[in-house]
């Protein structure tokens, strides 16, 4: 796979890739990523991205000749959508998910594109993207921190990205996934509080059990709108039925 990442602060990407599984990622050359500064694909001599809004308003909204130059430079006029996506960050976007994070892993190139300002010409949504993406419902200061997670959360999926002992972790948040169980490990006992016993019992199915019982509390607390779409056993439901009536 390759991803261009199209942006007005190139900077800010020193690092995220340098590191962890996306760096392992890279070396192992299951993904080439290449940042490039939107500036070099303005025209003019002051290589102008924004200008102010149409109508009137606060700000400025990033134009959208530099961002087309820049998608037709990588990809050419015409691309296969289906082995390509163009993906605009943007707030008004529809949700990120990891439904979608496996959909763009099975893609050859992606280009993220990087808001700024107070918008982006509607035209890149549009007629040039091919996805307008959120990460959440938050206002960021523009689109890259954005870009940097979708990098993450797609790169993770590639073929032999994630060691054999990661690859099991890939489910959890997939249609029809709960939140994890707690995790714990030693001291057995810290500053007073003590790991649940169970754990340390060594009893396979009662821990198995705890687990199940322990993800449902903590997605009922934190989450239950993952529980409306949940796949759950019956041994699950009776589980949450009680859990809900505590
Ligand atoms: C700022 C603003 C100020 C006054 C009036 C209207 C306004 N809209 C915005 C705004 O939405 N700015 C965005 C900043 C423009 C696109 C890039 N920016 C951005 C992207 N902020 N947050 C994101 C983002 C992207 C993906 N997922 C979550 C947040």
Not at 30 to 59: C, Q, S, W, Y
Not at 131 to 159: C, F, K, Q
Request: net charge neutral; with cysteine; glycine share 8%.
């Amino acid at each position: 796979m390759r991803i261009d990442i199209l942006t007005i602060f190139p900077e800010m990407f020193r690092g995220p890739f340098d590191c962890g599984i996306v760096r392992r990622a890279r070396e192992r050359g299951l993904v080439e990523i290449v940042v490039h500064n939107l500036r070099d694909f303005a025209t003019d001599k002051h290589r102008t991205v924004d200008d102010r809004p149409f109508g009137g308003g606060e700000g400025m909204v990033l134009k959208p000749e530099p961002i087309f130059r820049a998608v037709e430079h990588l990809l050419g006029e015409q691309f296969d959508r289906q082995r390509v996506a163009v993906i605009l960050l943007t707030p008004q976007g529809r949700r990120f998910t990891q439904a979608m994070a496996e959909d763009l892993a099975t893609r050859e190139r992606l280009v993220l594109i990087c808001g700024r300002y107070e918008g982006v010409d509607e035209r890149v949504a549009e007629y040039l993207a091919t996805h307008e993406l959120s990460i959440g419902d938050y206002v960021l200061t523009g689109g890259e921190v954005p870009a940097m997670v979708i990098v993450e959360a797609v790169v993770r999926l590639l073929p032999g990205a994630l060691h054999r002992a990661e690859s099991a972790r890939r489910e959890s948040f997939a249609e029809g996934g709960i939140l994890d169980y707690p995790q714990y490990t030693r001291p057995a006992e810290f500053r007073g509080l003590r790991v649940p016993e169970v754990l340390l019992s060594g009893h396979h199915a009662q821990i198995a059990r705890w687990r199940r019982r322990m993800a449902l509390a903590k997605t009922l607390r934190n989450r239950p709108d993952l529980l409306e779409k949940a796949a759950l056993s019956e041994e699950e439901r009776q589980l949450l039925e009680e859990l809900r009536g505590m």
